[in-house]
């Protein structure tokens, strides 16, 4: 009799709750791959520095921007880099350094997102590039929401850093610097 009093009461609650009766307020965004990519930078023995660029990038976020919650799932091709030079492509790709072969996606994961107002302001979650991963945050360099079709477009650009040799990329260290710096690009829409 306690039993079924108990259950009537928490059903009872659930319908009368405002909590349960509120919206859910995320939204799942989907990669628009003709605008998502990730362009590095790194110095090339000491005199200039070296471009190149991956992608498209594929993957969703979740953003609750009333709550200021977020997540993201991230993937790209590592044998899609682009430095406009095929040689150099073709030696990135090699066992010791991105090792296209043996791993031939790298991946972005967070759950830790940071809000200015409803801008995101900043993405910290977990980088895995030839199969071992670190954290790494992305800073939000702008991010802006707007209409188009209908349908809500989110997209930004973010900054972020890495050492290639935590990941075992060591080649031609001290000559090619060991710190590369990540741009990312995305446009994502509302699904």
Not at 55 to 75: F, I, M, N, T, Y
């Amino acid at each position: 009799m306690h039993r079924g009093r108990f259950a009537a009461l928490l059903l009872a609650c659930s319908v009368a709750s405002p909590v349960a009766a509120q919206p859910a307020t995320a939204a799942t965004y989907v990669l628009d791959p003709e605008h998502s990519f990730v362009q590095f930078e790194v110095l090339h023995f000491g005199t200039s520095t070296s471009r190149g660029r991956f992608g498209p990038v594929a993957g969703s976020v979740v953003l609750d921007r009333a709550a200021g919650r977020g997540e993201a799932s991230l993937r790209v091709a590592t044998a899609s880099v682009d430095t406009g030079l095929a040689i150099f492509n073709a030696r990135l790709r090699q066992a010791d350094l991105l090792a296209s072969d043996e791993h031939p996606e790298a991946f972005f994961s967070a759950r830790q997102f940071r809000f200015d107002g409803d801008r995101v302001a900043e993405v910290r979650g977990e980088f895995t590039l030839r199969g071992i991963s670190q954290a790494l945050s992305l800073r939000a360099l702008r991010f802006r929401c707007r209409q188009q079709d209908g349908t809500e477009v989110c997209g930004g650009d973010f900054e972020g850093e890495f050492l290639r040799s935590d990941f075992g990329m060591t080649h031609s260290l001290p000559l090619v610097a060991n710190r590369v710096r990540l741009l990312v690009q995305v446009e994502a829409f509302r699904r």
